[in-house]
């Protein structure tokens, strides 16, 4: 899966081939620490004031990496997925292998602090299923009409919820059949030039 920056990430990113490969591992740095215990804007100013940039190029910077690592390590992006991804940033070799050391280090890291993080999406709990088939009716002595019960839990905080789904055999093999052809094609080289080229 490759990540699609917008161009707004583009252009806070574009900073980075115009300073050192010590600032960017150090800008890296600053971006996973600020992951682990958030934001603080007298680090800003003293990385500004060294390198003589204004605040904001400095803050857009280490977001931009910030929002790189935490996408690439939310989605378990791969090695070559990940160079894919910064390829359309246009950065040298040595730029690029930088980003990916970084991710490589701490990706690990990084999702277990996103897990620790509170979501506002439900969250599987458990799955239930019953095959029901209906063999006879009044009208129709001998017919067989499968149908699948899906009761699935969900949990959203200290709240539960509760789904019923409903559907038959053949409609259900088809959409795992669709969803496995989706997945599949996610993955071909002609799907990774085209997301590569995608504003």
Same mark, same amino acid.
């Given at each position: 899966?490759l990540l699609?920056?917008s161009?707004?990430?583009?252009?806070?990113?574009?900073f980075?081939?115009?300073v050192?490969?010590?600032? &960017?591992?150090?800008?890296?740095?600053? *971006?996973?620490?600020?992951?682990?215990?958030?934001?603080s804007p007298k680090?800003?100013e003293?990385?500004?004031?060294?390198?003589?940039?204004p605040?904001?190029?400095?803050q $857009?910077g280490?977001?931009?990496?910030?929002?790189?690592?935490t #996408? !690439? @390590?939310? $989605?378990?992006?791969s #090695?070559?997925?990940?160079?894919d991804s910064?390829?359309?940033?246009?950065?040298?070799?040595?730029?690029?292998q930088?980003?990916?050391?970084?991710y490589?280090q701490?990706? %690990?890291?990084?999702r277990s602090i996103? !897990?620790?993080l509170? %979501?506002?999406?439900p *969250?599987? $709990?458990?799955?239930?299923?019953?095959?029901? &088939?209906?063999?006879? !009716?009044?009208?129709v002595r001998?017919?067989v009409?499968?149908?699948? /019960?899906?009761?699935l839990?969900l /949990?959203?905080?200290s709240? @539960?919820? !509760?789904?019923?789904?409903? /559907?038959?055999p053949? /409609?259900l093999?088809?959409l795992?059949s669709?969803?496995?052809? *989706?997945? *599949?094609?996610?993955k071909t080289? $002609?799907?990774r030039?085209?997301?590569?080229n995608i504003?």
């Amino acid at each position: 899966m490759l990540l699609v920056l917008s161009e707004d990430h583009k252009e806070h990113l574009a900073f980075l081939p115009k300073v050192e490969p010590a600032v &960017v591992r150090e800008f890296g740095r600053i *971006a996973l620490e600020f992951i682990r215990r958030g934001a603080s804007p007298k680090i800003y100013e003293g990385a500004a004031r060294k390198l003589g940039v204004p605040v904001e190029m400095v803050q $857009h910077g280490v977001e931009g990496l910030m929002f790189l690592m935490t #996408e !690439s @390590s939310k $989605h378990m992006i791969s #090695e070559v997925d990940f160079l894919d991804s910064v390829l359309v940033l246009g950065f040298g070799e040595e730029l690029n292998q930088i980003l990916l050391q970084l991710y490589l280090q701490h990706h %690990s890291q990084i999702r277990s602090i996103l !897990s620790q993080l509170p %979501s506002n999406l439900p *969250a599987y $709990h458990s799955l239930e299923w019953r095959l029901d &088939v209906q063999l006879a !009716s009044r009208s129709v002595r001998e017919q067989v009409i499968p149908m699948l /019960t899906i009761h699935l839990l969900l /949990t959203k905080g200290s709240d @539960s919820i !509760s789904r019923v789904l409903q /559907t038959d055999p053949r /409609t259900l093999l088809h959409l795992i059949s669709t969803l496995e052809a *989706a997945l *599949a094609s996610m993955k071909t080289s $002609h799907t990774r030039r085209i997301l590569r080229n995608i504003k």
